[in-house]
Structures are given as structure tokens and as C-alpha cells.
């Protein structure tokens, strides 16, 4: 069964730091879509970014960016110069292109620490 | 956030009484998701719909239907509301493609059944 794995449930980082976080899927399918999202304290779910597999190039949003390595099944998200305000649940989402389901990991939780 | 609310926002029931949530969104939007999330799960997708009267089972469809009669408007339903059912849910839409593909979610329904 497709499948997507986040191992990290949970990192402290320095502020000012690079963040990392990590997520890995399983399937056979060409077409497909990843997604992370943030969910702060407040509860509500915000979105971060996207990259499909057929993408070139690795996405970016501002300080986020994707790490999207297909032959090795990971799309991980990097945060740039961390800040507070980064402290959060991050979750990373699979979208099934032929179905339009979307799944999502465990989560992990950061923690930025000044 | 793409117009969604969800109502109610907050909800306690009796076990075996029936519960609908409802979604509704401004925006048109072809597919919207219902999922629930409990501690240590994460999110999980109950079902989903890519248009009107066309919806399909999640991950943990067991014990809910949905609806969905107007592009704007998808509903959950629990039949007979059991105790393994309190949770966080969350609706959600896709915006397909351009600029780029996204998903937004409503605020959340937090359901509590005694």
C-alpha cells in the first residue's frame, strides 16, 4: 500500500539555525503530489508548499523549500534562519493523482529554541 | 483560505445519536476532503468528494457517510455517534494547478460524544 513516513516526531533546533525535517513515500505511481503544512499551537492548519513529480525544479516559498528527491522517494522540507515563531506541528502530504486522495504523515514537532 | 467554514465549531453528543458537520466554501472549488485528527494520528482522511454526488471512502470511512448535493456544501455525517469518535475535523479543498496546486483548510470542528 502507498504510504508516506515522517520519522522525526520531534526536533529542537537553535534559532537562526537551518531546519531539515524529513519525509519519505512509497508508491509506484509517475504522477503525484507533495504537500507541508504547518500547524502552530492555535490548531488550524496552514499551508506551506507544494511540488509535483513532475516538477524540474525544487519548490520555494519564501524562507521553505522543498528537497525533493524522487529516486530516493523523499520530499523534505527545509526552513532557512529559523525563528521563533517556526515552533510547530509540520505535517507532509501525499496526493494521489489518479484518485485525488490526499494523506498525510505522522508529524513532526519543532521546537525552536533561542 | 479559499472561503471554507465548518459548523458547528464545537459539538457535544450523547453515544448513539446521530451528528452532521457541515463544510461549506465560497470559492467552487471541484474536491473538498474530510478529515479527523486525535493525538498521535495525525490526520486522517474519512472520505472525500471531486464533485457534486461524486464522493469516495478515505483511510477511516467506517461509521460516517458524506454528502455532497452543491458544489459548496459537503457534509459528514456520523450515523450513530460512538465515543472512538471524538476528534478534531477538519474540512478541507483542493485549488488545482495554477498559480499553483493548494490545499486549505477550515478552522476544525472539535466533537465530543459522551
Known amino acids: 500500500a502507498q504510504k508516506i513516513t515522517q520519522t522525526q516526531p520531534g526536533m529542537f533546533v537553535q534559532e537562526k539555525e537551518a531546519v531539515t525535517l524529513d519525509c519519505t513515500y512509497d508508491?509506484?505511481?509517475?504522477?503525484?503530489?507533495l504537500f507541508w503544512y504547518k500547524q502552530p499551537s492555535s490548531g488550524e492548519m496552514i499551508f506551506l508548499i507544494y511540488?509535483?513529480?513532475?516538477?524540474?525544479q525544487n519548490a520555494t516559498e519564501g524562507r521553505y523549500s522543498l528537497n525533493f528527491q524522487k529516486a530516493r522517494k523523499s520530499a523534505n522540507l527545509v526552513i532557512s534562519a529559523s525563528q521563533l515563531g517556526d515552533s510547530a506541528m509540520y505535517f507532509c502530504a501525499w496526493l494521489y493523482s489518479n484518485a485525488s486522495k490526499i494523506i498525510f504523515g505522522s508529524g513532526t514537532r519543532l521546537s525552536i529554541q533561542p | 483560505d479559499a472561503g471554507i467554514t465548518q459548523s458547528p465549531r464545537h459539538k457535544v453528543t450523547e453515544t448513539g445519536t446521530p451528528v452532521t458537520l457541515r463544510c461549506h466554501q465560497t470559492e467552487n472549488h471541484r474536491y473538498m476532503y474530510w478529515y479527523r485528527q486525535d493525538p498521535g494520528h495525525g490526520l486522517r482522511l474519512i472520505h472525500y468528494?471531486?464533485?457534486?454526488?461524486?464522493?469516495d471512502k478515505g483511510e477511516v470511512s467506517d461509521g460516517y457517510s458524506v454528502s455532497r448535493s452543491k458544489t459548496e456544501d459537503f457534509l459528514l455525517t456520523l450515523e450513530s455517534a460512538t465515543s472512538s469518535q471524538t476528534s478534531v475535523y477538519f474540512c478541507?479543498?483542493?485549488?488545482?494547478?495554477?498559480?499553483?496546486?493548494?490545499?486549505?483548510f477550515g478552522p476544525g470542528t472539535r466533537l465530543l460524544v459522551l
Open positions: 468528494s471531486y464533485g457534486v454526488k461524486d464522493t
Open positions: 478541507a479543498i483542493r485549488q488545482e494547478g495554477l498559480p499553483q496546486e493548494t490545499q486549505y
Open positions: 511540488q509535483g513529480s513532475y516538477d524540474e
Open positions: 508508491t509506484s505511481d509517475q504522477s503525484y503530489g
